[in-house]
């Protein structure tokens, strides 16, 4: 287009006057080598791009086998929590405070739903907690996992 100062119309005439007249365009070897180097430059460029894409999906398999290995021990300790009551005892004891926090409620709803009876708060802790473990008052004032 450029060499022979032709619009790009004219230029696209002109290609398909030779496909279908047959004609071969007549490269110099100047013009020759510079598209080959365009070319491999261009190769070289998808290349890279392919290579970086291969290590982004590489990358998420391997978060992705993390995570399904993370939810699989997850599940099977919380089958071995539920087989083994006493696994739940590693929570440790708290305070109203404390247990308020993790219930998500207010100060004064722990203490209303414990005057209600340590079946019914028992009930409605562990409805409230994020674990669904129930909890009951021991004499220390402390507050127990069931």
Aim: with cysteine; glycine share 6%; hydrophobic share 30%.
């Amino acid at each position: 287009m450029k060499r022979h100062n032709l619009t790009e119309s004219a230029a696209l005439v002109q290609m398909i006057k030779q496909f279908f007249d047959g004609e071969q365009p007549q490269f110099n070897s100047e013009l020759k080598t510079e598209v080959e180097e365009i070319l491999q430059e261009q190769l070289k460029l998808f290349k890279e791009d392919i290579d970086l894409l291969k290590d982004q999906m590489s990358l998420m398999q391997q978060l992705l086998d993390k995570k399904t290995s993370v939810e699989t021990t997850r599940r099977s300790s919380s089958s071995v929590n539920n087989n083994h009551p006493r696994s739940l005892l590693r929570l440790t004891p708290k305070t109203e405070e404390e247990l308020t926090c993790r219930l998500g409620v207010n100060r004064g709803n722990v203490v209303k739903e414990f005057d209600k009876g340590a079946e019914h708060f028992s009930h409605w802790s562990q409805q409230k907690d994020p674990s669904g473990i129930g909890w009951h008052r021991r004499g220390d004032g402390l507050y127990y996992p069931v």
